[in-house]
Structure formats: C-alpha cells, structure tokens
C-alpha cells in the first residue's frame, strides 16, 4: 500500500522524472472481454481529459463503456477535491456503490482522480469502503490495469504517489468528439496559492516536450479535427521548467501554423503573461479571442493573503493591454468570495473589479477550505450567510455584464463550430463561438464538426439564439 501525504507533495527539492511511454502488459489485453465499465467524471477538464485516456485503456482491457452505472461491472469515479461539495457528490457516489455491491458481489469499484491523493480521503476508504477494488493518484492512473487485475485476488489495492512520477507519453486516448480535443501542455502548478489543493494533488510543474506536443496537433489536424485547447493548470507557465527561451507564446505560435482552425488554451495566471504571448494571439486568426484570467479577488489585501503575486491595479493593466492588442477579445474569469478576513470593503473592491473588466463569463465560488492548505489556518473564517449573500450580489453583477456583451453581438455574424442538436429548440442546433460562447441556431445542410456563419438575432444571460447564412 501506498498512501500519500501533503508534507512530502509540498516539499521543494528538484524530483528527475523521466518521460517514458505507455505500454501495456500483454497479458491484460482483453482481460476483461464481455464486462462493462461506467466512469463518473467530476471537475474541470484535466479530469475530462485524463478520463479519455482511461476508457481507451479500460478499452484495451476489452471492458465496454455503458451509461447506467447500476448494470456496470466497474464503477469508476475520477474524482475533484477543488470544494467540499465535490467530495460529497463522490462519496454520495461511493454510498450508493456500496448499496449495489451488496447486490452483487462480482462488481468492481475503483476510485481515482485528486481526492485520491488527499490523505484523509485515504484513510476513509481504509475505514468504510474497504471493499473497493483499487484507489490510484493522478500521477500513475496508467496503473489501474496492474491494480485492477491484482485487486481480484488481493483485495483493494491503494497505489498514491505523493509526488509527480514520470511523464507518460502515447497513452491511448478515446476522445469524446471527432473535432474538439484537448491536449495536455503542462501538468501541475507551482503557484501554490493559499486556499489551493491543486499543487498538492496534481504536483509540481512539468511541461510535455513541444515535439510531443505538435506531433499530436498534427495527428489531430490530419484526423480532420478542427478544435485543440491546450490544457494545464497554469498554461502561462509552460516550459519554464524545460526551455530558456520556449514558454507559451513560442508554442502557440508553432500550433498556429499547423492549420488547425481554432486553437483555444486554459488556465492563464495573470503572473505569467509576457508580451509575446500577447502578441502572437493578437497576430494569428487560428488563435481564438477567448483567455481564462482567474482573478479571485479585487482586494489587494485577500490578493496577497491568497498569495496571488499581482495587485489590483496591475490585474487591471493587464486587461486594458489585453482588450487593446486583441479585437474582439472575450474574457473569462474565476472569483472566490468569502476568503477568511474579507470584509464588506474587500469585496466591495472585487465588485468594482467586475464594473471595470466587464467579464463576458465568470465561475464564481464561496471559499471553501481544503485540509492541509495555508488557509485554513487564517482567523477571522467569514460567516456562511455572509459569503452565501457576497456571492448572490456578486452572480446579479457579473450575469447583468454576460447579458450586456451578448446584446452587442446581436445583429453580426460569427462563425460557429457546430456540435449537435440544440437541446433546448426542436429543429435547431447548437454550437460555440469563436469567442467561447453557446449559440442556438437554425439553418440548412448544418453539419456537426463543421464552422458556420451564424447571424446572432437574440442575446440571453448565458446564450446566444441565431441562424445560419
Ligand atoms: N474554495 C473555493 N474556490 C476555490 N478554487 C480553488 N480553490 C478553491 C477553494 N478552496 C477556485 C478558484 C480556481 C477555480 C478552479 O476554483 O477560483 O480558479
Ligand atoms: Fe491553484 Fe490555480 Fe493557484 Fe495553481 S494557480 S495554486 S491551480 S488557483
């Protein structure tokens, strides 16, 4: 058994990992021929992600993906530990496994994902749900063949390395479309912010080499794909671990000239942002007008008690610079309210942040506190009915502002790439915008997987309604 712990995933000494390239035991090839597997994903699309590549080995393993979990023969959940409310949906999850195991005895429940990397969620498998199969970190997911097979013999097997392992490359992947995919550019995040679980449960920063990078642009450019989105925790950061002169804006630059159509990337750090970044999505027409700039807060003070590296004002100029280089720019962000010690002021700072930025989508939480991060040890937590009645004004805000950039649009033409049926209007269908945002459409001979001009003719809070040329 292997059990992971926060001290060791913190400490800062330099770790030689090696890429190396998945294989697969011969001898697990089809293993499972005839048996069926649910996966529940929760989270943001790391997870999404690293869920693709499991099912395309639980694939190898011969299982068969089906939808109703309580036929499947594995249960999987790949879970989140960003809030509270995440663990309680997976062990809400866990809680009905149990129910169904008693039922049937043969089923196979593994858990993976970033709350297998929490110590004490490690130790409440141990305690209740002993009768899982498997428990396996972020770091060595690969594994779940090896401790899947041995857990029928053995019982349940916890595999969690505390640390980031070596970087794996060629793994198989089973994406979910055929014309948006997401390639991993780096893993992990030094920033550490102080409310953060993420440093501790995906590890330190480790950039993919850029050769293995564009070849798997490429491969997706003659697969027809027409969407890639450049996925790390903190993209802005990317090569700084392995290139003097190489980080995002360098690699953007080569996948622009790849000939994709649309080239999406998340999550930017405002820390991180460097001319050339800017000016090579300022300059290249495949590089979509759409940036993630988590904000968090508008208060100086909780910026620097959540260990932000940036100020206010210096968030502000980066915006303007952002919004001047890049026409038609959309920006996102993420806002957390109640952080401990904020006052009506700081968050008052934060609301006059929106009325500046004007954000055309922002996620916004109520601070919830992660075991084992800085935070929790701060005085002064903010009251529940305080941080729920912050976030309340803060989502009639930022949703006044979504509604407003959408009306500007109404009237122009913009291009869509096509998705499926709208699920909201018969005869209808549905797509995303350059600039990220969801259009229900009409129009003839529309194809999914393909970009069309679509004349915007109504503007909603979170939509667009419009109709192909
Ligand atoms: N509480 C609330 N929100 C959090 N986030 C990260 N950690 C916490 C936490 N402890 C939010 C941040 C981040 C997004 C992915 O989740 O806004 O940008
Ligand atoms: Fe967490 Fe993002 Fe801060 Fe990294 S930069 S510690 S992922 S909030």
Known sequence: MLKPNFKEARSIDKRDYQTKEFTLDPAYQNYFLGKTYFIKTYGCQMNEHDSENIE???????????????????????????????????????????????????????????MSQEEIVVDEVLKNYSWMNFVVGTHNFYDIPR?????????????????????????????????????????????????????????RQRSREKEAILNEVKDLVQQGYQEVTLLGQNVNAYG??????????????????????????????????????????????????????????????????????????????????????????????????????????????????????????AFTFIYSPRVGTPATKLKDQVAEKVKEERLKRLNEKVNHYFLENNQALVGKTIDVLVEGNSLKQKDAYFGYTDTNKLVNFTGENIEVGKIVPVTITCAKTWSLDGRAK
């Not at 970087?167 to 997401?182: H, N």
Request: hydrophobic share 35%.
């Open 147 to 203: 401790l899947l097979v041995s857990s029928l013999k053995e019982g349940l097997q916890v595999e969690v390395y505390s640390r980031e392992k070596d970087l794996i490359e060629q793994m198989p992947v089973s994406r979910k479309t055929s014309y948006k995919a997401y390639v991993n550019i780096i893993y992990g995040c030094d920033k550490f912010c102080t409310y953060c679980i993420v440093p501790y449960t995906r590890g």
């Open 240 to 361: 700084k671990d392995l290139y003097d002169n190489y980080g995002l804006g360098e690699l953007l630059e080569d996948v622009a000239h790849l000939s994709i159509s649309r080239i999406r990337f998340v999550t930017s750090h405002p820390w991180d942002f460097n001319e050339k970044m800017i000016n090579v999505i300022s300059k290249y027409k495949n590089i979509m007008p759409s940036i993630h700039l988590p904000v968090q807060s508008g208060s100086n003070r909780i910026l620097k008690l959540m260990g932000r590296r940036y100020t206010k004002e210096s968030y502000l100029e980066l915006v303007k610079k952002l919004k001047d280089k890049i026409p038609r720019l959309a920006l996102s962000t993420d806002i957390i309210v109640g952080f401990p010690s904020e006052s009506e002021e700081d968050f008052e700072e934060t609301l006059s942040l929106v009325d500046i930025c004007k954000f055309d989508n």
């Open 56 to 114: 395309a080995i639980l694939e190898e393993l011969g299982f068969k993906k089906i939808d109703d979990y309580s036929k499947a023969d594995l249960i999987l959940l790949n879970t989140c530990s960003i809030r509270e409310n995440a663990h309680n949906k997976a062990f809400g999850m866990l809680g009905r496994c149990k129910h169904l195991k008693e039922e049937n005895p043969h089923l196979m429940v593994g858990l993976c994902g970033c």
